[in-house]
């Protein structure tokens, strides 16, 4: 079972930064390869650029909450929703 998850290409789990506007200032944000190609299916889905799609969803986040806390982490929750929700055909917002 580990051969599978152990086997994966080391360039998919290396980390790389991007630099983008947020809110009016450049930031860095520094995410596993594997993330950055599902946020580009994701940014492709909604018809937009990764830089974009991520101000776009650090917008909602910062309306809805009044800040944002750790900011790559919630790229990562965003990418793994996105993969459960293609598997499960349904949107799936819950907690744990």
């Known amino acids: 079972m580990c051969d599978l998850y152990a086997g994966v290409d080391n360039q998919?789990?290396?980390?790389?930064?991007r630099?983008?506007?947020l809110q009016g200032h450049v930031t860095s944000i520094?995410?596993?390869?594997?993330?950055?190609d599902l946020l580009q299916q994701m940014a492709d889905e909604e018809s937009t650029t990764i830089p974009q799609f991520?101000?776009?969803l650090y917008s909602e986040v910062?309306?809805?909450?009044?800040?944002?806390?750790?900011f790559a982490s919630l790229l990562r929750?965003?990418?793994?929703?996105?993969?459960?929700?293609?598997?499960?055909g349904s949107i799936s917002l819950q907690t744990a």
Do not use: H
């Open 19 to 21: 630099s983008l506007r």
């Open 77 to 88: 929750v965003a990418c793994t929703t996105f993969l459960i929700n293609k598997t499960t």
């Open 30 to 36: 520094s995410l596993e390869n594997r993330f950055w």
């Open 62 to 70: 910062l309306e809805r909450y009044g800040e944002v806390n750790n």
């Open 54 to 56: 991520i101000g776009k």
């Open 12 to 17: 998919l789990y290396s980390r790389s930064s």
